[in-house]
């Protein structure tokens, strides 16, 4: 499909469908768009076009069509040939591009500082489709050893098994561990996360672009962890993935994702013959992108939020002599990195993890929290407005096996907490505190 096909709607047409019949042609009720600011994430949201209604409404609406009609038979053979598409506001099937859909792609292209983006029906889409794009058969990644299990099993058994791409796992603190993995020529894509799931790492993102572009390779973040927080585009990255799911929902009602990145990928990915978006067709609903694009404007408020209530809790649960791993403390050997890269006030992240040492140490104490004193509930995901806990080696990295975790440093206990801002902070702070006091013997607890 043509580059064009990320660019900026311009206009509407109201009755005729042909672009060269400018007669027929009215400029689409919109904001004036300036170029936005990559200072700030709400800034460059604020700055990037806003899509009214069909009826003037302030909101967009919602074109839950699947498919859309033209006006002179002609116009149809142009937009398959890529000469008419939605930067003009031509639309054929929603599985290509819809309107509301793309509204949202704009927004996180906005968010990103990407000159583009796609919405997808989850993250893992966004990810394989990524990497399927990136890599043909006999394809090699370099990628961290500690990512999200989804990811990490897609990498070690699928992509392996289905399309002959293998990987390499190393760790993003050693370098040299890194520059010796990357081989140039063989390697297509260095993978990783902004902030490890679950354990916390935060990766030198500028240091480890350098390191791939050196070579020709291109470098995908997953910034699921650190939306506002970091902008991994900015510090170098040509990619950057998101599941949608978690924080910029905030939810906990919506499975989504999202691929942000240069037009020209983008438009690689929506190509009729060799477009994996296209062809594997991981489609967002209309409906479902309506929804987001509301919550948007406010995720920079929530994440502040998530993020100044987790470095409270983490330092508090230190002084209580918990085993805590969060970034935002000093003390964490990722602290200083994490600081040098990311946007002013924002903080550190919304996730607190404790180290128990054991499941069933985990357990109690997560039964404890929820069942006793209600601070948070047992379950997967992040960035709800409640706290959600759960044991990552049993849950959501439980695709991995004992020596893969051993070498992520995914501890049998390790409880990771996705801190909520429902309540008021003393109140949830009391609830927990309540919980440690009816379990507090020496065997539970494991001291730093």
Same mark, same amino acid.
């Given at each position: 499909m043509?580059?064009?096909?990320?660019?900026?709607?311009?206009?509407?047409?109201?009755?005729?469908?042909?672009?060269?019949?400018?007669?027929?042609?009215?400029p689409?009720?919109?904001?004036?768009?300036?170029?936005?600011?990559?200072?700030?994430?709400?800034?460059?949201?604020?700055?990037?076009?806003?899509?009214?209604?069909e009826?003037?409404?302030?909101?967009?609406?919602?074109?839950?069509?699947?498919?859309?009609?033209?006006?002179?038979?002609?116009?149809?053979?142009?937009?398959?040939?890529?000469?008419?598409?939605?930067?003009?506001?031509?639309?054929?099937?929603?599985?290509?591009?819809?309107?509301?859909?793309?509204?949202?792609?704009?927004?996180?292209?906005?968010?990103?500082?990407?000159?583009?983006?796609?919405?997808?029906?989850?993250?893992?889409?966004?990810?394989?489709?990524?990497?399927?794009?990136?890599c043909?058969?006999?394809?090699?990644?370099?990628a961290?050893?500690?990512?999200?299990?989804?990811?990490?099993?897609?990498?070690?058994?699928?992509?392996?098994?289905?399309?002959n791409?293998?990987?390499?796992?190393?760790?993003?603190?050693d370098?040299?561990?890194?520059?010796?993995?990357?081989?140039?020529?063989?390697?297509?894509?260095?993978?990783?996360?902004?902030?490890?799931n679950?354990?916390?790492?935060?990766?030198?993102?500028?240091?480890?672009?350098?390191?791939?572009?050196?070579?020709?390779?291109k470098?995908?973040?997953?910034?699921?962890?650190?939306?506002?927080?970091?902008?991994?585009?900015r510090?170098?990255?040509?990619?950057?993935?998101?599941?949608?799911?978690?924080?910029?929902?905030?939810?906990?009602?919506?499975?989504?994702?999202?691929?942000?990145?240069p037009?020209?990928?983008?438009?690689?990915?929506?190509?009729l013959?060799?477009?994996?978006?296209?062809?594997?067709?991981?489609?967002?609903?209309?409906?479902?992108?309506?929804?987001?694009?509301?919550?948007?404007?406010?995720?920079g408020l929530?994440?502040?939020?998530?993020?100044?209530?987790?470095?409270?809790?983490?330092?508090?649960?230190?002084k209580?002599?918990l085993?805590?791993?969060?970034?935002?403390?000093?003390?964490?050997?990722?602290?200083?990195?994490?600081?040098?890269?990311a946007?002013?006030?924002?903080?550190?992240?919304?996730?607190?993890?404790?180290?128990?040492?054991?499941?069933?140490?985990?357990?109690?104490?997560?039964?404890?929290?929820?069942?006793?004193?209600?601070? *948070? @509930?047992?379950a997967? %995901?992040? /960035? +709800?407005?409640? !706290? $959600?806990?759960?044991c990552?080696?049993?849950?959501?990295?439980?695709?991995m096996?004992?020596?893969?975790?051993?070498?992520?440093?995914?501890?049998? *206990? @390790?409880?990771r907490? %996705?801190? /909520? +801002?429902?309540? !008021? $902070?003393?109140?949830?702070?009391?609830?927990?505190?309540?919980?440690?006091?009816?379990?507090q013997?020496?065997?539970?607890?494991?001291?730093?």
């Amino acid at each position: 499909m043509a580059e064009t096909q990320f660019h900026n709607v311009v206009k509407k047409r109201p009755g005729s469908d042909d672009a060269d019949h400018d007669d027929f042609m009215v400029p689409k009720k919109q904001m004036v768009s300036f170029s936005p600011t990559w200072e700030d994430p709400v800034a460059a949201l604020a700055s990037a076009r806003h899509e009214f209604g069909e009826h003037g409404g302030v909101n967009m609406s919602i074109e839950a069509s699947a498919t859309f009609t033209v006006m002179e038979p002609e116009t149809m053979r142009r937009m398959f040939a890529g000469e008419l598409g939605p930067d003009r506001d031509f639309f054929i099937y929603s599985r290509h591009f819809n309107p509301t859909v793309l509204n949202l792609s704009r927004q996180m292209a906005a968010l990103e500082g990407t000159e583009a983006a796609y919405c997808t029906s989850s993250g893992m889409s966004a990810i394989s489709s990524v990497l399927l794009q990136l890599c043909s058969s006999g394809g090699h990644v370099v990628a961290s050893r500690t990512l999200y299990g989804g990811t990490h099993a897609l990498l070690t058994h699928f992509l392996p098994r289905a399309c002959n791409i293998t990987t390499t796992f190393v760790d993003l603190r050693d370098i040299e561990m890194v520059k010796g993995a990357i081989v140039e020529g063989k390697t297509d894509v260095l993978y990783l996360e902004t902030v490890s799931n679950p354990t916390l790492t935060v990766a030198n993102v500028p240091e480890l672009c350098r390191i791939a572009h050196d070579k020709g390779v291109k470098v995908v973040v997953d910034n699921t962890f650190a939306p506002m927080v970091l902008s991994p585009a900015r510090l170098g990255a040509d990619v950057v993935v998101h599941s949608i799911s978690k924080y910029i929902s905030g939810g906990g009602d919506v499975i989504a994702g999202a691929v942000c990145g240069p037009a020209s990928l983008l438009n690689s990915m929506m190509d009729l013959h060799q477009g994996a978006l296209l062809l594997l067709g991981p489609t967002m609903n209309a409906k479902v992108a309506f929804e987001l694009s509301e919550r948007i404007p406010h995720l920079g408020l929530r994440m502040k939020e998530h993020c100044h209530r987790a470095l409270v809790y983490a330092t508090r649960m230190k002084k209580h002599g918990l085993k805590v791993i969060y970034p935002g403390l000093e003390d964490h050997p990722d602290h200083a990195v994490l600081k040098s890269m990311a946007n002013k006030e924002y903080g550190y992240g919304g996730i607190v993890c404790v180290d128990m040492e054991t499941e069933e140490r985990a357990n109690r104490l997560m039964n404890h929290l929820q069942n006793y004193t209600q601070f *948070g @509930l047992m379950a997967v %995901s992040l /960035g +709800y407005y409640e !706290t $959600l806990m759960s044991c990552s080696g049993s849950s959501t990295s439980s695709e991995m096996n004992t020596e893969e975790k051993a070498s992520a440093g995914i501890s049998p *206990g @390790l409880v990771r907490m %996705s801190i /909520g +801002y429902s309540g !008021t $902070l003393e109140q949830r702070w009391s609830q927990f505190d309540k919980a440690l006091s009816r379990v507090q013997d020496s065997t539970l607890f494991p001291k730093n």
